[in-house]
């Protein structure tokens, strides 16, 4: 049985108005514990909502999310644990700090867990040392963090509930690169030293590319592909055809490819692009060189 599972799953806002819009369209998939998911797609294709669904903050239109083959709204007034399990990052996280401590701010879902005060401590420090925050920010207050240290703060709270299921939606926007990819790191970190299951929902192919183990694609809420991150970018044209950026390193391999080099067209990485291309360097040289032996003899 699958950790999660969403059956024919729909959702559409302002049913029987002017204003009826199908933000999500009959998907169907599995996720496994450990997992590392990306979701990506253009705005509007039906990213928030589908997450959203996910840890029960909107009930679908249609169909159903089985979370250990239960289905979450079979009894409402239990749908507040499913949010403990689910745990969901909103984008610009950082809003949400309101407490008069970083510490407080973290603690502030451990405690609506019922958990005890020795337990929540605990939660606190592994939590902001998943999110790399010196002990000393703890007493500060989060208005006196800068805009990465809070994004890190507020990030910190959903992880001290220890989610079976991480739900991050955009955690990088606003940040500069090297922001970026101190975060996305972190997460990975966390991902690796937790074995729960991460989906994070991005529009840029590049950092999701870097981390999961396989990609949703959502088009104007249809589940466009759903399959391993090598598998989505052998396919990298038709996502390209949908209007999504596909990492550069890819498209000089599709190039490649066109120019009749040998090259396959799954690479993501620039470490494995630079493989392959040494590898038709080899093999080139190795042509190169039967041609002469050819020609001498
Ligand atoms: P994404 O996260 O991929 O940007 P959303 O799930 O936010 O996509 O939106 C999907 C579609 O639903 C869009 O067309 C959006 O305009 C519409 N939508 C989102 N939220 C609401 C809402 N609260 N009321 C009406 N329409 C909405």
Redesign the pocket.
Known sequence: MSLLEVKNLS?T??TNTA?E?K??KNVSLKIEKGEFIGVI????????????MLNGLIKPTSGQVLLDGADIWENPKKIRNVRFRVGMVFQYPEYQLFEETVEKDIAYGPKNMKLNDDEIGKRVTDAARFADLKPQLLKKSPFELSGGEKRRAAIAGVIAMDPEILIL?EPTAGLDPKGRDVLLTQIATYHKAKGNTVIL?SHSMEDISKIADRILV?NK?DMFAFDTTKNIFSKGEEIEKIGLQIPQITKIMIELSKSGYDVPTDVYSVEQAVMEILKLRKNGSAASALKINKEAE
């Open positions: 959702y806002y302002g204003f819009k933000a999500v797609g253009h705005t509007g294709s039906g990213k928030s909502t589908f997450i959203q939606d929902v959502m809420g």
